[in-house]
């Protein structure tokens, strides 16, 4: 028989096989601070250079108190500073986006940290080149000469159309921040700044437009536009700490849940289908939306639907201008933002200029889940049939502008008649 072992032995084990539990406990408990701090610190990092609101309204102040731009936002961001900036959702450093309070009003600021001469491709038409930001119009200019400025620029941007004139009148009125009947050097310098920016073109044309966020003011290319209470189609906004840790999986059915009722999801709908009406063919032409994504639209309390982040939609005569010469080798090298792809000619190796899938289409993936979800079971089938249809919308088919405007207006009609009897609606 073994001879037992001594209390002496069982105690030092014992001890023993504490201490190596508790050195790997100790291990385990350091590594886990050790990720989560890093991971921490990198998001930080991230974040700071993303969010440098700082930086953009000092550059700004330093050109208004120079006298070289001027704007109504101008004496409230730079010296009686009460227009604030606040939370941060800036995606991009060089696009600089705040919540933000000027006076009592709530505000979305915007500035740009540097100026983009092409459309961002993933990689650039061509290489940026550093040039002097507020450079024109020039001392001297007279009004005549930056009203045919501004026209040749619209030109080049939306094409030949034949109401150009009445555009750059509505510019100017625009730039006359101090609504004194005339454009100083500095509001003229803005303005041209300004006019650089596809959002902001589309703000002024689209002004009357009920999907379209108001201009409050602007400073130089900083410009403030109408808040609005919800900034996502869905979902909750978490701090991003605790962003860090979500699974994207379950993030995606966090954002389904919280989403509101369906018919007040069937509203916001109609209005997005509204404002694909607005930019399709709209006064000045036409207006490719080249990133339809839940985190660029946004609703009000009334859950009318508002335009968060505009950026991304171009004049399709822009874009083709600037795509048709691109070199490729495949159809990926063919797209702009996420959503505006044409196709790579073999032969030539260059990218085509006809966008593949009209804003109808691209709007419809994007609802159809969101609408689906909870949908009335006596329109589930209708309304799942007519937006696979408007899903198969392709910019090549015969009789598009026709099937647009039918697809378009069933899918309205089905969800209005749907919830025009409720209090939602």
Known sequence: MPRPRSPVFRTAFNSAR??????????????????????????????????????????????YKT?????????????????????????KPNNQMYLGIWGNL??????????????????????RKEIVLFDKPTRGTTVQKF????????????????????????????????????VSLGEAKSAWALLQLNEFLLMVILQDKEHTPKLMGFCGDLYVMESVEYTSLYGISL??????????????????LFTPSWPRKAKIAIGLLEFVEDVFHGPYGNFLMCDISAKNLGY?????????????????????????????????????????RTSCDQSTMKCTSEVIQPNLAKACQLLKDY????????????????LYSCIALKVTANQMEMEHSLILNN?????????????DS
Not at 21 to 47: A, D, E, H, P
Not at 371 to 386: C, N
């Open 300 to 340: 009000n309390d009334k859950y009318d639907l508002k335009m968060v982040d505009m950026r991304k939609i171009v004049p399709e005569t822009n874009l083709k201008e600037l795509i048709k010469d691109r070199h490729c080798e495949s159809d990926l090298d063919c797209v702009y933002g996420t959503d505006c």
């Open 67 to 91: 006298g070289v731009i001027d704007g109504p936002a101008c004496n409230s961001l730079c010296v009686t500073e009460t227009l604030y900036f606040g939370k941060c959702l800036s995606t």
């Open 371 to 386: 609408l689906l979800r909870g949908a009335p079971s006596e329109i589930r089938e209708e309304l799942e049939k007519q």
């Open 239 to 256: 701090p991003w700490v605790i962003e860090l840790f979500i699974p994207s999986g379950f993030r995606r059915s966090m954002d389904q």
């Open 106 to 127: 709530p505000g979305v600021v915007k500035c740009q940290m540097e100026q983009a001469l092409h459309l961002d491709f993933g990689t650039e038409l061509e290489p």
């Open 18 to 63: 504490f201490s190596y539990v508790r050195m790997k406990y100790l291990f385990f408990s350091w590594l886990v601070v050790f990720v989560g701090s890093w991971i921490i610190y990198v998001q930080y990092s991230t974040y700071t250079e993303l969010c440098r609101g700082k930086d953009c309204k000092k550059i700004i102040c330093d050109k």
């Open 147 to 182: 009203k045919e400025m501004v026209y040749s620029l619209f030109k080049a941007k939306l094409g030949d159309q034949g109401n150009l004139s009445e555009l750059v009148n509505l510019i100017l009125t625009v730039a006359d921040g101090d609504k004194d009947g005339q």
């Open 411 to 423: 899918l309205k009609t089905l969800l209005w008649k749907k919830i025009s009897y409720t209090n």
